[in-house]
Every structure is written in structure tokens, then in C-alpha cells.
């Protein structure tokens, strides 16, 4: 029988060093929190001060009674330096997909196409692209 080393850290997460999705998310985060040195991200001041060079539209009208969130690039522009992007990326429920689409075809939205993973690419008659990712 051959015994598993089972480092501490996780042993004291899970015993038998078998961790949950969750706890596998959860124990990555505080790793990398750990790793993160003092003073090496973007400053408070810089990230208020930046402003977006990309408008996106809002969402929030069309898709205000289902649970979805912006993903992406857009989605890390609060943590991180700028960076340039014209599509918005948003992600929601798997069972949600169809109706959210149906939503943005009703706002105006054009189907371009079905995304590799699951999902969809959308187009505005003014050429905002949005990416919605079933998840």
C-alpha cells in the first residue's frame, strides 16, 4: 500500500486531501493572496482616477429580472491597469441563456453567432458587440 503525502495546508482543509471544487477555488485564492507582495498592483488612486476609453452599453434594463454578471476584460478593468477592448462579455445562468438572448434580439440586438463554449455573440445596430457565456 503505498501512503500519500497530503501537504499540511491541505490536510488541514481536507484530511484525506480530497477538496471539494470549492474548497480547491477558495485554497488557489488564498495562495495567491499569499504570494501577492505589499505595493505591486495598481494603485487606489490610479484605478479612480483612469476612465474607460470604450463605452459599453447597459444591460441592465433589458436583463433586470435574471442573475448575470460582466465578465472579461470589462470585469477586470477594476482590478488591473486599462486595457482596451470592444466587446463586453457577460455570463449567466445556463438556464437563463435563451431568454437573455431573446432580450437583447427584442432591445435590438443581432444573433452573429453561436459561441464555442456555450453561448452567444450579439451585435447592436450601433456595433456594440456582446459576448453572453451560459454558465
Known sequence: MTIRYI?????????????????KRRFLIDMSLRKQKPGTGSS???LQQRTADYSYPDLREFLKDIKWAVIG?????????ERVTQGLDIVVLHEDGEKVVQHLVIA???????L????????????????????
Open 44 to 46: 487606489l488612486e490610479f
Open 116 to 135: 464555442e463554449i456555450s453561448g452567444y455573440q450579439l451585435c447592436s445596430s450601433d456595433q456594440n458587440a456582446v459576448n453572453v457565456y451560459f454558465g
Open 7 to 23: 501537504p499540511p495546508a491541505l490536510a488541514a482543509i481536507a484530511p484525506d486531501g480530497n477538496l471539494t471544487p470549492r474548497q
Open 73 to 81: 476584460t470589462v470585469a477586470t478593468r477594476a482590478y488591473m491597469a
Open 108 to 114: 435590438g440586438y443581432s444573433i452573429v453567432s453561436k
